[in-house]
C-alpha cells in the first residue's frame, strides 16, 4: 500500500539544526521531495531526491535517503524564525501521483 | 521557474451553488494536471489527475459528479465543485507536471460554503 509517515510536530531553538523524520512504504517510488507550507499558502518545493540517491545537500538544507530502511530526513542547519511551518514529504510514484505525508509542524522559538 | 496560478484564490458562496476553481500553467504546458484537497490540520489528499483532452480519472471515494473537472487546453484546467455544502469548505491545490516530470503546486484555493 501507499503510505508516508511523519512525527505532528517539532519545536527547536533559534540557530540549532532540525531534523524531520518522514517513512514511506512504497518501494516503487522514484523521487522524494520536501515541501513548505506558511500558514495560508499553498507548498512550496524546497528540495527533491531521486531514488537512487543517498544524500542531498543545497546551501542549509539536507537530505538523507535510507532506501532499506525507507526513510527520509530533511536537515535544516542553522534554523531560523523563518523556518517555522509545516512540512510535507512526498513520494512520487511511477505514474506522477504524489502521495503526501501528514505534515511536520515546525516551530523556532528564539 | 515554472509557475501555476489559482483563480480564485478565496470564495466564499452559499450552500447549494456552484464553484469553479481554476488552475493555470503560466509559462509551460502540462498534459497532467493533478487536484488535492487539503483539510484544516491534515495532508494533502489527491482528488484526480486531470488530462488533456480526456476524461479526469478520480480517487476511490470521490465523486466524480460533485467535483467536475475539464482540461480544455495544456495550460488549464478547471474544477467545478457542483451543489456546493459546508462539509466541502476546504483548500484546494492543484499541480502541474512539466515535460522533466517535475510537479509545480499553484498556491490553492481557500473554498468556505456557507
Known amino acids: 500500500g501507499e503510505d508516508v509517515e511523519q512525527s505532528l510536530f517539532l519545536s527547536v531553538r533559534e540557530g540549532d539544526s532540525s531534523v524531520i523524520n518522514c517513512t514511506y512504504t512504497?518501494?516503487?517510488?522514484?523521487?522524494l521531495y520536501w515541501y513548505k507550507q506558511e500558514p495560508g499558502a499553498g507548498l512550496q518545493l524546497l528540495t527533491y531526491i531521486f531514488s537512487n540517491m543517498d544524500m542531498k545537500q543545497d546551501q542549509r538544507l539536507t537530505v538523507l535517503l535510507n532506501k532499506k530502511d525507507k526513510h527520509l530526513s530533511l536537515r535544516i542547519a542553522d534554523t531560523q524564525t523563518g523556518d517555522s511551518a509545516i512540512y510535507f514529504c512526498a513520494e512520487s510514484m511511477i505514474s506522477d501521483k504524489l502521495i503526501f505525508g501528514t505534515g511536520t509542524r515546525l516551530q523556532v522559538f528564539p | 521557474g515554472a509557475v501555476v496560478s489559482q483563480h480564485p484564490s478565496w470564495v466564499i458562496c452559499k450552500s447549494g451553488t456552484s464553484v469553479k476553481i481554476e488552475c493555470r500553467s503560466l509559462?509551460?504546458?502540462?498534459?497532467?494536471m493533478f487536484w488535492y484537497r487539503q483539510f484544516p490540520k491534515q495532508s494533502l489528499m489527491l482528488m484526480a489527475t486531470?488530462?488533456?483532452?480526456?476524461?479526469?480519472?478520480?480517487e476511490q471515494g470521490v465523486e466524480k459528479d460533485k467535483f467536475l473537472i475539464n482540461h480544455a487546453s495544456l495550460t488549464l484546467s478547471t474544477l467545478t465543485v457542483t451543489s456546493a455544502h459546508p462539509e466541502d469548505s476546504s483548500f484546494y491545490i492543484c499541480s502541474a507536471g512539466d515535460s522533466n516530470n517535475e510537479q509545480f503546486f499553484g498556491p490553492g484555493t481557500r473554498l468556505t460554503v456557507l
Open positions: 509559462d509551460f504546458q502540462a498534459t497532467t
Open positions: 512504497d518501494s516503487s517510488s522514484t523521487y
Open positions: 486531470s488530462n488533456e483532452g480526456s476524461k479526469a480519472t478520480y
